[in-house]
């Protein structure tokens, strides 16, 4: 059975930083590109970061591009996200993802984790 | 980028009934198109992939279509445990759709 559980949220202030981790069983996690989707509190769902399988390829939509980091360590099988300068918009649920490819950057989701929130506020 | 109109944003039936969601694409996504259930207080679960293929252990009762631009979700005989949020998702830029809240009558 695939399991993604995400860990690492908490409140933190504006600018300052945080790391989520996602810890994957049930598969072989080296073999799948991975994702972080969030939710804005009541709001809908936002693609924030993708890795591809050896970690070389990373892609970020702009609103996050150059403050999150998306890594991977597949002896682990742990998936990671360092977000910095932290924004209060970035307010969310950030779910951990498995990918699944049509062809190299077209994709959709086919797990999620079960989330874990993070608050942006002084 | 490529919006992802939806709709309705809600909707109310009645248990047994039919209902569809839509999804528009602001230009051709070429059936790249994945639908999603959200049960309150849960993470997304995957429905339906490339517009019309049911993701394994979802009930035969959901169903998807569309091609081009226009992209639907239909769920026949409605059961309460369908009660839920749904959204759509496309391939190309990765963007969702605003969702659709899902309330029995």
């Known amino acids: 059975e695939v399991q993604l559980v995400e860990s690492g949220g908490g409140l933190v202030q504006p600018g300052r930083s945080l790391k989520l981790s996602c810890a994957a069983s049930g598969f072989t996690f080296s073999n799948y590109y991975m994702a972080w989707v969030r939710q804005a509190p009541k709001k809908g769902l936002e693609w924030v970061a993708t890795i591809s399988t050896s970690g070389s390829r990373t892609y970020y939509p702009d609103s996050v591009k150059g403050r999150f980091t998306i890594s991977r360590d597949n002896a682990k099988s742990s998936l990671y996200l360092q977000m910095n300068s932290l924004k209060s918009e970035d307010t969310a649920t950030y779910y951990c993802?498995?990918?699944?490819?049509?062809?190299?950057?077209?994709?959709?989701?086919?797990?999620w984790g079960p989330g874990t929130m993070v608050t942006v506020s002084s | 980028d490529i919006q992802m109109t939806q709709s309705p944003a809600s909707l109310s039936a009645s248990l047994g009934e039919t209902v569809t969601i839509e999804c528009r694409a602001s230009e051709d996504i070429y059936n790249g198109l994945a639908w999603y259930q959200q049960k309150p207080g849960k993470s997304p679960q995957l429905l339906i992939y490339?517009?019309?293929s049911l993701h394994t252990g979802v009930p035969s009762r959901f169903s998807g279509s569309g091609s081009g631009t226009q992209y639907s979700l239909k769920i026949n005989s409605l059961q309460s445990e369908d009660v839920a949020s749904y959204f759509c998702?496309?391939?190309?830029?990765?963007?969702f759709g605003a969702g659709t809240k899902l309330e029995l009558k």
């Open positions: 993802a498995r990918v699944l490819r049509i062809i190299p950057t077209y994709w959709y989701f086919d797990f």
């Open positions: 490339n517009a019309n």
């Open positions: 998702q496309q391939y190309y830029d990765y963007t």
